[in-house]
């Protein structure tokens, strides 16, 4: 975690994970930060949602290469279908970890508590 920009917005501490150009409309981003920490990204009719990687099914670090639709994610596994902002599991059962996010100065940046 060293490496990462860190700055501070509205007094909490925040890194930079990616760059505002990482994450598109068409397909997730995944970003590894640790073990404990493994991230997938997507943009939402232009605004960036960030979520845990590991799809709570199988626990299997996917969901990055779901199919992204009207703001859910379908993971590519066995199609289990989440929220994108809220982390709910469509379906009812497990669902996202959601994490909170902002994009400024051409990066995508969560709070650094969240990931430390
Ligand atoms: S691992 Fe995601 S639905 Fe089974």
């Known amino acids: ?33 640790d073990i404990e920490h493994d991230l997938a990204l997507f943009r939402v ?5 960030a979520v845990t990687n590991v799809c709570p099914h199988k626990r299997i670090a996917c969901l990055y290469d779901g199919i992204v639709d009207n703001g859910t994610i379908t993971c590519p596994m066995h199609a289990w279908r989440f929220d994108l902002a ?13 994490y ?8 995508v940046w969560v709070r650094s508590n969240d990931i430390d």
């Open 86 to 98: 809220t982390g709910d599991n469509v379906n009812g059962g497990g669902g996202l970890r959601v």
């Open 45 to 49: 009719q232009g605004t960036v949602r």
């Open 1 to 33: 975690m060293t490496d990462r920009r860190r700055t501070t917005f509205d007094g909490e501490e925040w890194t930079q994970i990616a760059r505002t150009v990482d994450v598109s409309e068409r397909q997730g981003f995944r970003v590894e930060i």
């Open 100 to 107: 909170a996010v902002r994009e400024v100065e051409g990066g």
